[in-house]
């Protein structure tokens, strides 16, 4: 307990008008009292700054596991990406911990969960944000994490068809679909996923019915689409874009507010004519609540540092990723209003609830 001593200087100055300062040079009556305090005074303020600095411990002083939310596919591309930089500017090793599966909620309890330290963060897509609109009991809550910052954003995806399919354009797949409702397939990466919710969009806002073919990742949702199990689906251009340009798979449309720089001859949804149509993947860092502010800017900086390397900015923009890396703030009112945007695509398609 650090006391306040200043009560007994200002005793001293008013009896003596003695001037405040550091030493016993002066001696007067109250000068043995005076040298007491003010030695005191001094000995208890560096000793103040002395268990400030013992407690001010370095981050990271151990390993940090990154929990990844997926096995395979962009996410976990991405994160060992930043993994690797991050082991590079944190000095200490940063373990890739894929936890795949129900759409990253398993990844994620487990930071929830995780000593609010730094050594256990996460990095997670828009499920992160779709999750609470989709399930009525999580077995966390988003305000048990602390954001992070935002690492990239997709700028959309692409809706994908097999070739077979009797539908060359956005115009053609939407007729088709109201001319059979309900028989046309597109597959997802999972109930909640932001393929998903991209196909949802869609059905509300073109009044068309689709059959939605939930798969156990986009991986699955992918080869179907090859193999013509599913007529479409809605995919990140890391997955589909070699598929695109050796014509295995027809690109109809994007998702994103501008076209894509990996395959920039492929039209916007809005330009297509579903004004305001907008659906972007991103991916992002974040640690458990109550990690100390200061970790947390220390997390953000090192992922910043990381994507600004030109190797690793021209790498992720290779794979249709725009890098971003705002601070914790900035991500959390974004985080706020993606959540807001899920939930109201979630009543307005009916979807149950689990």
Not at 3 to 19: D, V
Not at 66 to 78: I, P
Not at 106 to 111: A, D, L, Q, R, T
């Amino acid at each position: 307990m650090i006391f306040n001593l200043l009560p007994a200087t200002r005793f001293l100055q008013r009896e003596e008008n003695l001037p405040l300062r550091v030493g016993c040079a002066s001696r007067t009556r109250y000068g043995d009292r005076w040298c007491a305090v003010r030695t005191l005074q001094i000995l208890m303020t560096l000793s103040a700054l002395s268990f400030g600095m013992a407690n001010a411990q370095p981050f990271p002083t151990k390993p940090v596991r990154f929990v990844s939310t997926a096995v395979a596919g962009a996410t976990d591309t991405v994160g060992r990406l930043i993994a690797n930089g991050l082991t590079d500017k944190l000095h200490q090793q940063v373990i890739v911990d894929s936890r795949g599966g129900a759409n990253g909620i398993i990844g994620s309890e487990i930071v929830a969960r995780a000593t609010p330290d730094g050594h256990t963060v996460l990095i997670s897509t828009a499920s992160f944000a779709i999750n609470p609109g989709i399930y009525r009991k999580l077995p966390y809550s988003p305000d048990d994490f602390a954001p992070v910052t935002l690492i990239v954003t997709s700028g959309g995806l692409f809706l994908i068809t097999n070739p077979s399919v009797p539908a060359r354009n956005v115009r053609e797949l939407i007729d088709l679909a109201k001319a059979k409702p309900g028989e046309i397939s597109y597959g997802s990466a999972g109930v909640g996923n932001i393929t998903h919710m991209a196909g949802e969009l869609f059905s509300i806002m073109t009044g068309a019915k689709f059959n939605h073919v939930p798969y156990k990742g986009a991986a699955a949702s992918f080869t179907d689409v090859l193999g013509g199990h599913v007529s479409f689906m809605y995919s990140g251009a890391i997955q589909c874009a070699p598929s695109v340009k050796s014509g295995k798979v027809r690109a109809l449309g994007f998702t994103g507010p501008v076209r894509s720089k990996v395959l920039p001859e492929v039209a916007t949804l809005d330009e297509l004519g579903l004004k305001g149509y907008e659906v972007q993947s991103w991916y992002a860092l974040y640690a458990p609540a109550k990690t100390p502010k200061a970790i947390v800017n220390a997390l953000r900086d090192a992922v910043v540092a990381v994507i600004r390397e030109p190797q690793n900015s021209e790498q992720l923009e290779n794979w249709g990723l725009t890098p971003v890396g705002g601070t914790p703030e900035q991500f959390g009112e974004f985080l706020k209003k993606e959540i807001a945007k899920y939930q109201r695509i979630v009543r307005e398609a009916h979807i149950s609830r689990s």
